[in-house]
C-alpha cells in the first residue's frame, strides 16, 4: 500500500477498518503512530511488517481489532512505550508475541480473545498494570487469560521460565568458552 522508503509519518483513524481483501502490508518506517481502529476488522490481513528502522512508538485503540487471520506471531518495534486497549483484540490467529523493553502500558483487554498463548516481557515489568504477575503458565496479560510467560532483564541478560534462569554477561567479547550452556 505504500512506495518503499516512503516518508509517511502517519496514517489516518481507520483508513483501512473493514477492509477484506488486504493481506499484507508493509509500514514506513517514519510513521511514529499507528491511529486508532487503522486494520479494525481486516479480516484477511496476515501479515504486518515494520519498515527498516521504524520509529513507530505508540500503537492505538483496537489497531488490529477483529484481524482474525494476523500472522501466528507479530514483532512489536523496539521503540514502541504503549500498546492501546483492544489493540490485538479477537486476533484468533496470533499466538506469540514479543513485548519490548520500553513498553510500559498495556491496555486492559488488549489481547482478549486473541489466540495468543505465549508472550515474552521484559522481568522489571511483572506486576505492572495489565502485565503479567509472574513467569510461567497460567498468567494473564492484557485481559487475555492462560498464557504462558517467559522474561527478560536487559541490564544483565538473563533469561527466564517458571523454573530457571540463566545470566549471560555480553557486555564484552564472547569466547567458546563462555557459553553457560554446552
Not at 33 to 47: A, G, P, Q, R, V
Request: aromatic residues 12%; negative net charge; proline residues 4%.
Amino acid at each position: 500500500a505504500f512506495e518503499s522508503n516512503s516518508l509517511l509519518n502517519s496514517i489516518g483513524e481507520g483508513v483501512f477498518r473493514n477492509n477484506t481483501i488486504l493481506t499484507s502490508i508493509i509500514i514506513p518506517e517514519q510513521v511514529t503512530f499507528l491511529e486508532n481502529d487503522i486494520f479494525n476488522n481486516c479480516t484477511s490481513l496476515e501479515t504486518v511488517t515494520f519498515e527498516g528502522d521504524t520509529q513507530l512508538d505508540s500503537i492505538g485503540l483496537r489497531v488490529f481489532y477483529g484481524c482474525t487471520s494476523l500472522n501466528n506471531y507479530i514483532t512489536i518495534p523496539e521503540l514502541v512505550t504503549i500498546i492501546g486497549d483492544n489493540a490485538f483484540y479477537s486476533c484468533t490467529s496470533l499466538t506469540s508475541i514479543i513485548i519490548p523493553e520500553l513498553v510500559t502500558t498495556i491496555g486492559p483487554n488488549t489481547f482478549y480473545g486473541s489466540g495468543l498463548s505465549e508472550a515474552t516481557v521484559n522481568y522489571a515489568r511483572l506486576g505492572n498494570t495489565n502485565f503479567p504477575t509472574d513467569l510461567g503458565a497460567g498468567q494473564t496479560i492484557g485481559g487475555k487469560t492462560s498464557v504462558f510467560i517467559t522474561g527478560y532483564n536487559i541490564s544483565f541478560t538473563y533469561f527466564y521460565t517458571a523454573t530457571d534462569s540463566i545470566g549471560v554477561d555480553i557486555s564484552g567479547p564472547l569466547s567458546n568458552t563462555d557459553y553457560p550452556i554446552g
